[in-house]
């Protein structure tokens, strides 16, 4: 970090977020008397243009709340008593451990995988930084045979000892049965749920990168002997890799529970490698928004032919809604 001139008896603290999103947002801290009550983005610097997420914009009030946690407590009395003890790191660990041994060693039919084949679970080994056949389990044969397996537990203790790993589009289907446990990758200091809400549709955390476990959806062609598809198959290919998709076709991806690439804020150039914040050429994360949650984001702007957006950062008018491009 590296200081700026302030106004009065402010310094201002050049910094950027230490968070593992692909972001990187420069940050600019406001220290009164040493002590820092305000977190802004850097307006200067173009990516971030003076914005933070919501959680490092509020980054003072979370660090000097009183009730912030700062070492691992043990409940000592009933639910809800509110009565905990401090214990050291080493002994939460292991007492963790020690809880989740016996369920995985006498009941594996509480842990409920993919099969070692699927994409689902190779994408799950691949960040956790483990081999498919190392994660540990009974597989339920297909992803909706896990979403019923797990949402018709029923036996109280069973409920809430049984793991299901499955995809976002099924778990949305599923919601009222089941419960989304947070994801955090090897490297990762938080752990996050796909959505910003329990509630909510709106994959925020895939698309900036937070939630990493996402790939393409693959399709193959055969080709002929000259290495072209078929002019069906290839109709078909520029459908899908234009940058602005046909609407309707935008509204089957988005209603099947996939993430178009145009709402996306990150992008990979390999099957699970690095991220990194370049947006798509052509946006659509307010329209994926609407069509997702069923109703609109309220800072999204609606534009048309005869409205058009007058915000210069978000000056485009794509599906009906300002969008930066
Ligand atoms: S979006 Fe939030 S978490 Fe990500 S770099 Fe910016 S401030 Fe940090």
Known sequence: MSALTGPADVTLVKGACP???????????????????????????????????????????RTYHANRLLHPLR?????????????????????????????????????LVRGNGTATLRLLAKMLDLTPTQVWGTDQG????MAR?????NDATA????????????????RGALKPLAFEAKGQKCAYVPDSKLATFDKINVR????????????????????????????????????????NLLDAVVLAGYIPACAMRVSRQEEMGPMSSRPPDYRCGC?????ANKKPTPSCVACSEGLPC?????????YGWCEAQ
Not at 79 to 84: H, N
Not at 142 to 145: D, F, L, N, R, T
Not at 287 to 291: F, R, T
Not at 311 to 318: A, E, F, I, K, R
């Open 19 to 61: 968070h593992d999103c692909p972001d990187t947002c420069a940050l600019e801290v406001h220290v009164r008397n040493g002590v820092a009550f305000k977190v802004t983005g850097a307006a200067a610097h173009a990516p971030t243009a003076g914005v933070l997420c919501t959680k490092v914009a509020r980054y003072t009030e």
């Open 75 to 111: 409940r000592v009395g009933g639910k809800g008593e509110g009565l905990f003890e401090r214990i050291s790191w080493d002994e939460a660990i292991h007492t963790i451990a020690e809880r989740l041994k016996p369920i995985a060693a006498d009941d594996p039919q509480q842990i």
């Open 149 to 153: 397996a797990v949402a018709t537990v």
């Open 159 to 174: 409920a809430t000892q049984t793991i299901g790993i499955l995809g976002t589009d099924l778990y949305d289907e599923f």
């Open 208 to 247: 900036d990168g937070h939630y990493p476990i996402w790939g393409p959806i693959h399709f193959y062609a055969a080709v002929t002997g000259t290495g072209s598809p078929s002019p069906q198959a290839n109709a078909l290919i520029n459908l899908l890799t234009v940058p602005k998709l046909d609407k």
């Open 287 to 291: 329209y994926y928004e609407k069509v």
């Open 310 to 318: 007058i915000d210069p950062t978000h000056p485009s008018c794509n």
């Open 142 to 145: 297909s992803a909706s045979g």
